[in-house]
């Protein structure tokens, strides 16, 4: 009986501790990915996404480069003043986690941007990936 409520025991404490390493490896992902993609570092947050939200990250690319060179100049130091504050962090089941940011310019905007970020795990590789951003 003993024997059973160790083994029982140990079963619950890796599976918490996968649990805890799969959360803290996607949410580590997330910060990556807020920090480049706010910081507008577009090439490095579509390396941390899967690959169709990749293309969705370089579209926005696209869109701030596309603009006149001193509003692109004005956004550029604007982006380097960027903060991003992680919040609740939500999982389900083991492959997939949401965290919420709040993303802060200091002095340009009264009320932080709200952006929830999710990060998915493929199964056959392990690697954990951003899958979606939307705003809160």
Known sequence: MLRAIILLVSA???ATGCSD???REASGRADD???????????????LCTEDFARRVMESAEIVNGQPDSLL????????GMNAYAGEIHQYGRDSVTVDYEIVYPGEIDQPMRNGV???RDASTGEWSVAGMTNL
């Open 73 to 80: 100049e004005e956004f550029m130091e604007l982006a380097k």
């Open 33 to 47: 990915f807020v920090n480049a993609y706010f910081s507008a570092d577009f090439e490095k947050a579509s390396a």
């Open 118 to 120: 999710l990060v998915v």
């Open 12 to 14: 619950f404490v890796l």
């Open 21 to 23: 390493r799969n959360v």
